[in-house]
């Protein structure tokens, strides 16, 4: 069974208990509820598929299926989890060794999938993504955002990103080439 931390599902998860209405119903699974009747953890590990619904509500609900609107969450979220959790990932004025580590802090955080970084030149690189849902957007998106803000936060200015190839369009791996100013 595939894993996620309690660390990226928590906020998430308290989306969804504050909304008044009943919208969210339709994502979740009687299993998911139940889950949710129980104190979460930041640093346990939860069913890949509840973390999935949840995200999938709060993208078609609060997003309106908007995968910048996504994109955008991933940059606010990376900085709250790199600031409290994974501080190390933080180099000023370094932000391809950021970039480097971050299989590592994904790993942390998603007990499957891969990602490997390719630095392509000092302030350019090759992010490959593989053995992840290739069908969930969403996901891909609030990990873009959360690369591009640790990127931000070491000093890296006008961060551009390409997407080469993308599972969800039926590619075996999606690769984003992404590169910054200092």
């Keep these: 069974m595939k894993r996620v931390k309690g660390s990226i599902l928590i ?15 339709k994502y979740l699974t009687e299993e998911d509820r139940k889950l949710f009747s129980q104190r979460l953890l930041p640093s346990a590990w939860y069913p890949f598929e509840t973390f999935k619904h949840v ?16 994109r955008k969450w991933g940059g606010f979220y990376g900085e709250a989890i790199v600031s409290n959790l994974y501080k190390g990932i933080i180099r000023e004025g370094h932000p391809m060794d950021s970039l480097l580590k971050y299989p590592t802090y994904l790993r942390n955080m ?31 998106y609030i990990m ?12 890296a200015k006008n961060i551009q990103n390409e997407i080469l190839t993308a599972t969800w369009q039926g590619a075996p791996q999606t690769q984003v080439k992404i590169s910054w100013k200092l």
Excluded at 57 to 66: C, H, P, R
Excluded at 132 to 139: E, Q
Excluded at 144 to 155: D, P, T, V
């Design 55 to 70: 995200f999938q509500g709060v993208f078609e609900i609060l997003a309106k299926k908007d995968v910048e609107t996504v």
């Design 11 to 25: 906020d998430f998860v308290k989306t969804i208990k504050a909304s008044k209405s009943q919208a969210y119903e």
């Design 110 to 140: 998603f007990d499957f999938g891969k990602v490997e970084v390719k630095e392509l030149g000092p302030s350019e690189a090759l992010v490959t993504v593989t053995d992840f849902d290739p069908a969930f957007v969403p996901l891909y």
């Design 144 to 155: 873009f955002g959360w690369m591009e803000r640790s990127l931000e936060m070491c000093g």
